[in-house]
């Protein structure tokens, strides 16, 4: 099982539909949690840091489920603009050495008009 | 304000060059990073300094070397690459010196190696 796994898509979706994106995690005793966003040729820029009791940001929710060992992004009434690769990260992933992110593959999203 | 400076934005170099990739972070960070990102994959870390010492080093090739002069600042010095070598080299800072927190990036380098 891979440390961090996501399902690489691609998600194509009209502009002003509500996608989901599920990320699974195999080390339970990791300790943070984030979602990155990273457009074509450029970096990584942090979307939300996600929180045990989740947490939302205008259109956006991140949700983590420690049980089940997966966060989750929502995104509603899609724009344009979130197309984008969505990238998954967990800190302390990693069994034989927790002091690390460990990054997912990334889910590609595409809206389209 | 998240800024995280990385220069030069675009270098291409011979196999024999040597040269440097500069990274700067005013936001007090502790921790500084080294990834490197190849097309359509995520990036894969190089080296970490917390606190100004080297904490991880990813079993990375010394024909890369890192240097952290002071907090503010980290250096990858590069000497005879390969054209494999090719990739975006990313820069990355977090508040504390584990890595707990969120890392912020840099525009990053994108290196050529002709």
């Known amino acids: 099982r891979k440390e961090v796994e996501q399902d690489p898509g691609p998600f194509n979706v009209p502009e002003g539909a509500t996608v989901a994106f599920n990320c699974t995690y195999s080390n339970s005793a990791s300790q943070s949690f984030f979602w990155y966003r990273q457009d074509c040729r450029k970096e990584p820029k942090l979307l939300m840091s996600v929180y045990s009791s989740g947490n939302e940001d205008g259109r956006f929710t991140a949700q983590l489920n420690r049980a089940s060992q997966y966060i989750s992004l929502l995104i509603r009434d899609s724009k344009l603009s979130d197309s984008a690769t969505y990238l998954c990260v967990v800190f302390g992933a990693h069994a034989g050495n927790n002091r690390k992110l460990i990054w997912g593959l990334g889910t590609s999203l595409a809206v389209n008009p | 304000d998240t800024e995280v400076t990385q220069t030069p934005k675009h270098l291409v170099m011979g196999m024999t060059n040597k040269k440097s990739l500069k990274c700067e972070q005013h936001?007090?960070?502790?921790?500084m990073y080294w990834y490197k990102q190849k097309a359509k994959k995520p990036p894969e870390l190089m080296f970490v300094?917390?606190?100004?010492?080297?904490?991880i080093n990813e079993s990375v090739p010394s024909r890369f070397s890192p240097e952290c002069p002071n907090s503010s600042l980290l250096n990858l010095h590069l000497h005879a690459l390969q054209p494999e070598d090719s990739a975006l080299y990313l820069c990355?800072?977090?508040?504390?010196?584990?890595?707990?927190?969120?890392?912020?990036f840099g525009q990053g380098t994108r290196l050529t190696v002709v």
């Open positions: 300094y917390s606190y100004e010492k080297l904490s």
């Open positions: 936001m007090g960070h502790r921790a």
């Open positions: 990355a800072s977090s508040q504390d010196g584990q890595g707990i927190t969120e890392a912020f």
